[in-house]
């Protein structure tokens, strides 16, 4: 099987098995034209919805075990999408450097351990993963993907980056009522984000030349309502980004955006 082929099957495949298939060794190299999908199969019970009835309860709601549930269900469905859409660049970028396709398998077998790990935790709650109603958020934001740098800016260095700082407050959240397990999964989730972070900035550099400003590389290759302010959560961890290699000035500026919103 190429990578094309798997991540064909994975963006349009309507069983939540199929989603989980891990990658192989595949051929990266791809000489077909680009494809560009806009909507991902699903089975019946994730359909995308228009929002209604889909609304996440406040982190304060984590006391409440069936409001912890819905918010650990919405992680879930942030790991499916993340899947989707790291197979989806796959085939939208056939030419992008075979460094950076490996590192789009890769990250997409990690949402994959990630939406196992969270799928775990709904069954602890009596939740099956479908049981409640499923948003498009990042499929709603093809138009911020046109490149690979769009891609990198927005999944690595903006919802990403924003999950340094989410998935922390929720496992402090989960642990101090007592859920350490919900607490651990949460952190494992935070390590492999790192990394994630990571991977957006090397490619943003590499993909625009490493003399341009970082900053303002980001900047000019996100567009609302992505950019800063979304790339950061209600507190702002600067050690997990400096970890992910982030300059001090590119962090200073996410630091200053915060206090701007």
Not at 170 to 192: F, K, N, S, Y
Not at 243 to 251: N, P
């Amino acid at each position: 099987m190429t990578a094309r082929a798997f991540a064909h099957a994975i963006v349009t495949c309507d069983t939540l098995a199929g989603k989980r298939v891990v990658p192989g060794e595949f051929e990266l190299v791809d000489r077909e034209p680009p494809l560009v999908l806009t909507t991902p199969g699903r089975p019946a019970n994730l359909a995308i919805t228009d929002g209604r009835g889909t609304r996440v309860p406040p982190l304060a709601g984590i006391r409440d075990p069936a409001q912890r549930a819905r918010i650990l269900h919405a992680f879930a469905n942030h790991e499916l999408q993340a899947i989707e859409l790291f197979a989806w660049a796959l085939l939208a970028f056939p030419d992008a450097p075979v460094g950076f396709r490996r590192g789009l398998l890769a990250i997409l077998a990690d949402e994959q351990r990630h939406l196992t790990l969270y799928l775990e935790r709904l069954a602890a709650h009596g939740v099956a993963f479908g049981d409640h109603p499923v948003t498009g958020h990042f499929w709603n934001k093809l138009d911020h993907f046109a490149t690979p740098i769009a891609f990198a800016c927005a999944m690595g260095l903006t919802f990403e980056n924003a999950n340094l700082d989410f998935a922390l407050e929720t496992a402090r959240a989960a642990r101090a009522v007592g859920d350490g397990l919900t607490a651990d999964v949460l952190e494992r989730v935070h390590e492999d984000e790192i990394a994630h972070v990571h991977f957006g900035w090397v490619w943003m550099r590499r993909l625009a030349g490493e003399t341009t400003d970082p900053y303002e590389t980001y900047v000019a290759n996100t567009k609302f309502p992505l950019g800063a302010r979304r790339a950061i959560g209600a507190t702002f961890d600067r050690a997990s980004r400096e970890r992910a290699g982030l300059t001090d000035a590119f962090i200073d500026a996410l630091a200053a955006a915060r206090r701007e919103s």
